[in-house]
């Protein structure tokens, strides 16, 4: 069954430092999504992606944050320059056109 | 008003129990419904996904929503110790089908 991989699952960085969550979306979805999950929080909306580009952001997307498809496979989040409160887990996921959602078995942002 | 309520429990049940799990919703313009489920420190899980006010049943599953009232439901038949999760509601607008509003989260615990 196709789904959608995440690496690393989990990664521990030191607070400023840069960060690259990876994705492989399922195969012939063209609508890719970032989600956070804080501990004891809900799932939360980070960004979508079709087409390479943006196509939605929330609040919680700044300038801090980007997403990238660099090749046919993958997609990306990075933060630039982490905080201590962006520790939670990452989930990216991804969809065909007017279908549901499937996602990844998360990445564990811990910044120290 | 937050966008989904969802009860966070915890809810421990006997194995074998109807379970029921809800959430409203205040958004007039949210028209499909998911319920995920989500096992510690992974990702949400699909498990039923809904449109219409009604029923749809799935196994052991039964997911109802009731537009008029803004109001999704999940019962679990013949509960099982398995069934032990975190279950999520999620819903869209249906502009885009993968940008999600989740509810909080309910911790169901199925004890044999």
């Known amino acids: 069954e196709p789904e959608v991989t995440q690496t690393p699952s989990h990664q521990v960085t030191q607070m400023g430092q840069e960060v690259i969550l990876r994705c492989v979306p399922i195969s012939n979805h063209l609508y890719f999504y970032w989600y956070r999950q804080i501990l004891g929080q809900k799932v939360e909306f980070l960004v979508s992606?079709?087409?390479?580009?943006?196509?939605?952001k929330s609040e919680i997307f700044d300038d801090q944050f980007s997403v990238e498809r660099p090749d046919g496979s993958n997609f990306t989040l990075k933060i630039r320059s982490t905080k201590l409160e962006d520790s939670a887990m990452y989930f990216c996921a991804s969809n065909f056109r007017n279908t549901e959602a499937f996602f990844g078995q998360g990445t564990r942002l811990t910044v120290v | 008003q937050k966008e989904v309520e969802q009860d966070p429990g915890p809810l421990s049940v006997p194995e074998g129990a109807i379970v029921s799990l809800n959430c409203t919703y205040s958004n007039s313009a949210f028209q499909y419904f998911m319920w995920y489920r989500q096992y510690s420190r992974k990702g949400p899980e699909l498990l039923m996904y809904?449109?219409?006010?009604g029923n749809k049943e799935d196994g052991r599953f039964t997911a109802q929503v009731d537009k008029s009232s803004k109001y999704i439901s999940l019962f679990i038949r013949d509960s099982q110790p398995s069934d032990s999760a975190t279950y999520l509601c999620a819903t869209h607008g249906g502009t885009s089908y993968g940008k999600l509003t989740f509810g909080q989260g309910t911790i169901l615990t199925v004890h044999p």
């Open positions: 809904t449109y219409s006010s």
């Open positions: 992606f079709y087409n390479n580009e943006i196509s939605e």
